[in-house]
C-alpha cells in the first residue's frame, strides 16, 4: 500500500487548493485503480525523468510511476486539542499518516482573509504546532500515568517505557516537537520512535513546510518565506515554495498548455512536481524500475531494503520464492543502448538476497512458485 502524508495548516492557507491541484495532476499522470477514496484523500504520482530514459530504451504499453497517498486533514484552529473546531475528528487522521506537509500562508492577499487578521507564519507555524503538541500531551499523559502505575510493581516493560515517555511529557509541555526530542544516541532514539509511532503521536512524525507564495515570488524569495526556511532548517526539515493558485490554474489546463505556460514563467516542472518527490525523500523512500514491454514501472522501496524485500513489494510470492536479482543501471543502458547489449557486455549483476538495493536499479527478480 502506497504510504501517506497529510496536508495540515490553518483554515485558508491554501490547503484544498494545493490537494485538488496535487491530486488533479495525478490523476492526468497515471490511472491509478484505486485514484479518489474519499473525498479528502487523493493518490499523487511521484514524477520520475528516469522513466523517460527508460522508454527511450523500451517501447511499452504503460508506463507507471510509484504514488504516494495525501490526506487533506481540515479543521486544526486554535483550541482544537480541546475541541475547538472539527477538534478530535482530525486528530484521528492525523494520527495514522506516515508524514506531515505543513501548509502555511506566504503571500498577502487583502480578499482572503486570515483567520488571524494578518500575514505571520511563524504565529501560524506555532499555533498549529501547539495544537498538535497538547494533543500528543494527553496521550502521553495518560499512557504514562498508567505504566507508572504498573512500574510500582516491578514490570520490567512498564518502567521501560516510563522512561521514554516521561521526558517526552516534559517536552510536550514545554509545547516542543517530539521530533527535536534526543535521548542522547542513535539507538535510544530508535527505540523512542518505535513507541511514539505505536501511540500514533503526532509531533514526532517527519515534517515538511510547503510555504504557500505569491504569485510574483514563485522561488520563494520573500522575507515570509525566509523565516519559514530558517524554521524548517532549525528542525532539520526542509521548505517547498508553491503557489497554489498558479498550480491550481495548472492543473486543469491540458498538457500542451500546461508546458507552453510554464515555459512562458520560466519553469521547468510545476512546483507539485518537486514537493512529491520532497515527501517521497522525507518518507526515506527510493525507487526502482522494472520495464519490459507491457510497463514500465517505478517501485517503491525504503532506503537500505534488500533485494527480496524489495520484490515483495510487486508481490508477496517474489518474496517468499526469491532466487536472485538481475540487476543493471540506467547509465549502462544509455552507454549500451539496449538491455541485451547490456546483458552481452556483463553488466547486468546477478544479485542475492543480502542485497541492498540502489535509487534506480533496472531489476528482474527471478524466483520460485
Ligand atoms: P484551506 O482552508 O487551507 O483549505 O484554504 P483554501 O485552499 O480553501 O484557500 C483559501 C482561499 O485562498 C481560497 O479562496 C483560495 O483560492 C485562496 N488561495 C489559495 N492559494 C492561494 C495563492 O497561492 N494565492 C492567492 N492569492 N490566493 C490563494
Redesign the pocket.
Known sequence: MALEVGIV????????????ALTAAGALAANYPFATIEPNVGVVSVPDARMEILHKFQKTEKMIPAALRVV?I?GIVKGAATGEGLGNKFLSHIREVDAVLH?VRC?E?S??QHVEQSVDPIRDIDTIDTELALADLETVSSVLDKQQRLAKSGNKEAIALAEILAPAQKHLNEAKALRSLDYGGEAANEEARKVFKTLGLITAKKILYVA????NDLEGKSPLVDVVRKRAADEKSAVVP?????E?ELSELPEADRNEMLASLGLAEPALASLTRGAYKLLGLQSYFTMGPKEIRAWTVHVGAFAPQAAGVIHTDFEKGFIRAEIFTIADLEKFGSESAVKQAGKVRAEGKNYVMADGDVVHFLFNR
Open positions: 495548516g490553518l483554515p485558508n492557507v491554501g490547503k484544498s487548493t494545493i490537494f485538488n487533506d481540515a501548509v503571500f492577499d480578499d482572503i504557500n507564495v505569491a504569485e508553491v503557489c497554489g493558485k498558479l491550481a
